[in-house]
């Protein structure tokens, strides 16, 4: 059995600010987006697609992240406590953001942002899918630091104690997701991505892969505090969020390839 190392949530103090595990997670996945977006945009060699579109596609998508993640994460899971704490809802540095919702908030701001630059919408996805798995595993990691969203009791020999949650040996649900969401994801979507696909392919890879992978995560997780908890067939939150995820990707997909042929 194994017990949660109880990270001190706050990285670096500098007088009365600190910089918190959370906040450097997001700035590492931000990092990422940029560093293997220019392999993306070598790799493609389109007229147009060049560092300074990367810059404020990230720019975009950050404020797509911020809110959407927040507002995601206050509407669908904890909507009491916010409501009644509501200062509660600024302070993203103490973590609590919502994958599902900043999945939304991304989608609209990349429809402006190909609004604006007069670009086709889904070619846009295509490009930056294969750019996100490395800031969801960061997150995780975050999580994991934060000790957040631990999981269920287990009798596992790799069964983690969270001391500030009880005695019980849990799954430490924040590390199969960074593995599944994070890490298998991305190495799927890097590898489908290498060759040309129809426009849609990849994005209807992306959301098969992080909706399957979040549903079978989700039944290791412990359920979210708020009013929901397990809803109809035992089914999470997080589970019904996903399965749109999945009907879409597979349409996208389905989709895709009807075009592609001849």
């Not at 990422?32 to 147009?48: D, E, M, S, T, V």
């Not at 406590?81 to 908030?105: D, N, R």
């Not at 001391?163 to 590390?175: E, K, N, T, Y």
Request: no cysteine; proline share 7%; charged share 15%.
């Amino acid at each position: 059995m194994l017990v949660h190392p109880q990270f001190d949530p706050v990285a670096l103090q500098l007088g009365p600010f600190g910089i918190h595990w959370y906040g450097l997670m997001y700035l590492l996945g931000f990092a990422a987006f940029i560093w293997l977006g220019r392999k993306r945009l070598q790799a493609i060699n389109r007229p147009g697609w060049d560092a300074k579109l990367l810059d404020d596609l990230l720019f975009y998508g950050v404020l797509g992240v911020i809110l959407g993640g927040r507002l995601g994460e206050v509407l669908f899971y904890a909507p009491g406590y916010y409501f009644s704490h509501p200062l509660k809802i600024l302070a993203v540095w103490e973590g609590g953001m919502s994958f599902h919702g900043g999945f939304l908030g991304v989608l609209v701001a990349m429809a402006l942002f190909a609004r604006s630059r007069k670009l086709q919408w889904l070619a846009l996805m295509d490009f930056i899918a294969p750019l996100v798995p490395p800031g969801l595993a960061f997150g995780r990691l975050g999580n994991f630091i934060n000790g957040e969203l631990w999981g269920r009791p287990t009798d596992v020999p790799w069964g983690m104690v969270f001391p500030h949650v009880d005695s019980l040996a849990r799954h430490p649900s924040q590390l199969y997701e960074f593995a599944l969401e994070g890490v298998a994801l991305f190495a799927l979507l890097w590898w489908y991505s290498g060759k040309p696909r129809p426009v849609g392919a990849v994005s209807g890879l992306f959301l098969i892969g992080y909706g399957s992978f979040r549903f079978l995560g989700e039944f290791t997780r412990n359920p979210d505090d708020g009013i929901f908890g397990l809803m109809t067939f035992g089914v999470s939150m997080g589970q019904w969020l996903s399965l749109p995820m999945v009907l879409a990707g597979i349409w996208l997909m389905k989709r895709a390839g009807s075009k592609h042929a001849p």
